[in-house]
């Protein structure tokens, strides 16, 4: 019913900038939150940053300050802008999305995923 597809991973030195996108498509009614999570090998996926329907975001600790994360309800968009990279960050990340469809349900949707890879 819904389709989240990112898109903006890549390899970059630490300290460098990459901006992730993720563009949702399908039987949208309406998204009420959109983040960006990320899991490096071996461990837990984990929230990275979460923008809800009126703009409102919120960070993990460890990227408050370096990322920005911005939504486009007109296009049911959203994007990660991550500077001062560290190899830390080094994961594949993912868009998610809360949305309700057309039929009325709502329902929780994922991206395949994006690797962002940082050297040190």
């Known amino acids: 019913q819904v389709q989240l597809v990112e898109s903006g991973g890549g390899l970059v030195q630490a300290g460098k900038s990459l901006r992730l996108s993720c563009a949702a498509s399908g039987s949208i009614f309406s998204i009420r939150t959109m983040a960006w999570y990320r899991q490096a090998p071996g461990e837990q996926r984990e929230l990275v940053a979460f923008?809800?329907?009126?703009?409102?975001?919120k960070y993990d600790d460890s990227v408050k300050g370096r990322f920005t994360i911005s939504g486009d309800n007109a296009r049911n968009t959203v994007s990660l802008e991550m500077n001062s990279l560290k190899p830390e960050d080094t994961a594949v990340y993912y868009c998610?999305?809360?949305?309700?469809?057309?039929?009325?349900?709502?329902?929780?949707?994922w991206g395949r995923g994006t690797q962002v890879t940082v050297s040190s």
């Open positions: 998610n999305a809360v949305v309700r469809v057309y039929s009325g349900s709502v329902g929780d949707y």
């Open positions: 923008i809800d329907s009126v703009g409102s975001t």
